[in-house]
């Protein structure tokens, strides 16, 4: 890698992907590094997330104006995009529960808050939500109608081969360990899986190594002051296809909104909720799988790779969600998957900055859920950014 390259990106994931896409298609000239062996294997939070398009009801235009406008355009961009590229994509809505009254104010609230992030959005009655998912019982619910689930790694696969066909060079098993400033640009310094470290030109850094994403703005900055707390998310799964009584409809059903509380600091969670798989068949084809999934249980990582280790018990994620889905047994839990999501200490927001004493590196940080819905309007941010 002894040339130069104009853009650099750090990081494979949804983020770096669709970024590379941009910007190739812009005529730039792109090399992607990943430490992981190839995009979409090994461990990331584009991998291993819940897999739903969220409308952008959570995200206040006050505290978090990025992902408030970014969710609801990346969820826009995401549904063109899938339709027009074949990534499996369903928009199936989504309920977000009360099961006590105390709770309906909340749903209130929440309703306002779709009102002004133009979400469409309802206010339902108990009998209403169960009409609509009628295995659920609640006394009154918002339904999102734009919200959906979707091939998390068909969607990446996707933007990397599109990436790939405008120009962009991708490099897998290949970290980046430093940089230094140099003329119109940065030398960034890499280290292959066998070890062997190289040094190359770029005139622009782009950061989005998600978990990492804080380590690589100090590279840059070592005053960078950005610290991320991963939070871990447990989900277990059933067979919805397996006994009539847990034959759900299909859609999201989530929770009104919880914290999370960690050494670094309390966050909000959006709540264990249910979440429909995807199914691909032949010829491009797919639908509602078997597979419903039921998490996150959130609690601090012991690390940024904190995927293995001991599940928590079946039991915490039953009572999370037997009250609005009755009809679930404790046995037909199983364990599904952990993923580890980039929380930024003392950030509700995402932050997308040019880093102070090196212009030539914008820094994506902090891009934790919805960053897989607002991908591709994070990307276009980017671009905007770098290039207008
Ligand atoms: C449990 C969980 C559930 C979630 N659910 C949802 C959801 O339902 N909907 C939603 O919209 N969002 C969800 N998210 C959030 C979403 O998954 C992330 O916001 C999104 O995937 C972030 O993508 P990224 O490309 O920024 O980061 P990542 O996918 O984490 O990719 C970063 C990449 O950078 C690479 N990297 C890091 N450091 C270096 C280095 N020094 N050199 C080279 N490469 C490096 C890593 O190997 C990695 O591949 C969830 C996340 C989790 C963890």
């Given at each position: 890698?002894?040339?130069?390259?104009?853009?650099?990106?750090?990081?494979?994931?949804?983020?770096?992907?669709?970024?590379?896409?941009?910007?190739?298609?812009?005529?730039?000239?792109?090399?992607?590094?990943?430490?992981?062996?190839?995009?979409?294997?090994?461990?990331?939070?584009?991998?291993?997330?819940?897999?739903?398009?969220?409308?952008?009801?959570?995200?206040?235009?006050?505290?978090?104006?990025?992902?408030?406008?970014?969710?609801?355009?990346?969820?826009?961009?995401?549904?063109?995009?899938?339709?027009?590229?074949?990534?499996?994509?369903?928009?199936?809505?989504?309920?977000?529960?009360?099961?006590?009254?105390?709770?309906?104010?909340?749903?209130?609230?929440?309703?306002?808050?779709?009102?002004?992030?133009?979400?469409?959005?309802?206010?339902?009655?108990?009998?209403?939500?169960?009409?609509?998912?009628?295995?659920?019982?609640?006394?009154?619910?918002?339904?999102?109608?734009?919200?959906?689930?979707?091939?998390?790694?068909?969607?990446?696969?996707?933007?990397?081969?599109?990436?790939?066909?405008?120009?962009?060079?991708?490099?897998?098993?290949?970290?980046?360990?430093?940089?230094?400033?140099?003329?119109?640009?940065?030398?960034?310094?890499?280290?292959?899986?066998?070890?062997?470290?190289?040094?190359?030109?770029?005139?622009?850094?782009?950061?989005?190594?998600?978990?990492?994403?804080?380590?690589v703005a100090r590279m840059v900055d070592p005053d960078s002051p950005f610290r991320v707390d991963p939070l871990r998310g447990e989900a277990m799964k059933f067979y919805r296809t397996r006994r009539p009584e847990v034959e759900l409809a299909?859609?999201?059903?989530?929770?009104?909104?919880?914290?999370?509380?960690?050494?670094?600091?309390?966050?909000?969670?959006?709540?264990?909720?249910?979440?429909?798989?995807?199914?691909?068949?032949?010829?491009?084809?797919?639908?509602?799988?078997?597979?419903?999934?039921?998490?996150?249980?959130?609690?601090?990582?012991?690390?940024?790779?904190?995927?293995?280790?001991?599940?928590?018990?079946?039991?915490?994620?039953?009572?999370?969600?037997?009250?609005?889905?009755?009809?679930?047994?404790?046995?037909?839990?199983?364990?599904?998957?952990?993923?580890?999501?980039?929380?930024?200490?003392?950030?509700?927001?995402?932050?997308?900055?040019?880093?102070?004493?090196?212009?030539?590196?914008?820094?994506?940080?902090?891009?934790?859920?919805?960053?897989?819905?607002?991908?591709?309007?994070?990307?276009?941010?980017?671009?905007?950014?770098?290039?207008?």
């Open positions: 890698m002894s040339q130069g390259f104009a853009v650099t990106i750090v990081g494979a994931g949804v983020v770096g992907c669709a970024l590379a896409w941009e910007l190739a298609r812009a005529g730039q000239e792109v090399l992607v590094l990943d430490k992981n062996p190839g995009v979409s294997q090994g461990e990331n939070q584009s991998t291993r997330n819940s897999g739903v398009i969220h409308a952008g009801l959570y995200y206040d235009q006050q505290t978090r104006p990025l992902k408030a406008a970014l969710c609801v355009e990346g969820s826009r961009l995401l549904y063109e995009f899938c339709e027009r590229y074949g990534v499996p994509a369903l928009k199936c809505g989504k309920l977000v529960v009360a099961t006590r009254e105390a709770e309906l104010p909340m749903l209130e609230r929440y309703l306002a808050r779709a009102h002004e992030n133009q979400v469409p959005a309802q206010l339902l009655n108990g009998a209403q939500a169960t009409e609509r998912e009628p295995q659920v019982q609640a006394v009154g619910a918002l339904l999102l109608p734009t919200s959906g689930i979707i091939d998390a790694a068909a969607l990446v696969h996707k933007l990397y081969a599109l990436a790939s066909k405008a120009g962009a060079q991708f490099v897998s098993h290949t970290e980046m360990i430093g940089a230094a400033p140099a003329a119109e640009g940065l030398e960034i310094e890499v280290q292959y899986r066998d070890g062997a470290r190289d040094k190359f030109f770029s005139g622009r850094l782009i950061n989005s190594a998600g978990l990492y994403a804080d380590q299909g859609m999201n059903v989530y929770p009104t909104p919880k914290k999370v509380t960690t050494d670094q600091g309390t966050y909000f969670t959006v709540g264990v909720h249910l979440t429909p798989t995807l199914e691909t068949g032949p010829q491009g084809s797919f639908g509602l799988g078997p597979v419903v999934t039921v998490g996150p249980l959130n609690r601090q990582a012991r690390g940024r790779e904190d995927y293995g280790g001991d599940f928590k018990p079946a039991a915490e994620f039953f009572e999370q969600v037997v009250d609005f889905f009755p009809s679930l047994r404790l046995e037909d839990l199983e364990p599904h998957q952990v993923g580890i999501q980039a929380r930024l200490v003392g950030h509700q927001d995402f932050v997308m900055q040019f880093c102070p004493s090196q212009p030539r590196c914008l820094n994506l940080l902090g891009i934790d859920s919805p960053g897989l819905t607002s991908a591709m309007a994070l990307a276009r941010r980017a671009r905007a950014m770098l290039l207008d």
